[in-house]
């Protein structure tokens, strides 16, 4: 059983920097693959990143690629997500979310936290 909390969401404007965390409980955290995860109202979660266990394969979605870092610290049970020149179009709830395979597919993790919201204005 994994559990996640989020953190440090918040407005920030365009242009600017958010680094969002992801605190897991249990004693299972560095099994699994940390994934994040981003929504709209009335849209589909879309995946933003991926990080595997030994932190040696990153994925980041193209519309991120080159602006968000995802990094882990499994002595510290959290993954990161930095996030530089944010534009209005990322302005959405982030969800962290533990995996056993590396997908994109929201489907296929097992543990999500409850969200925190990031807001850009232009």
């Known amino acids: 059983q994994v559990q996640l909390v989020e953190s440090g969401g918040g407005l920030a404007q365009a242009g600017g920097s958010l680094r969002l965390s992801c605190a897991a409980s249990g004693r299972t955290f560095s099994n699994y693959y940390m994934g994040w995860f981003r929504q709209t109202p009335g849209k589909e979660r879309e995946f933003v990143a991926l990080?595997?266990?030994?932190?040696?394969?990153?994925m980041t979605a193209d519309s991120v690629k080159g602006r968000f870092t995802i990094s882990r610290d499994n002595a510290k049970n959290t993954v990161f997500l930095q996030m530089n020149s944010l534009k209005p179009e990322d302005t959405a709830a982030y969800y962290c979310?533990?995996?056993?395979?590396?997908?994109?597919?929201?489907?296929?993790?097992?543990?999500w936290g409850q969200g925190t919201q990031v807001t850009v204005s232009s």
């Open positions: 979310a533990a995996t056993r395979i590396i997908t994109e597919r929201a489907g296929d993790y097992d543990y």
């Open positions: 990080i595997t266990t030994s932190r040696s394969i990153t």
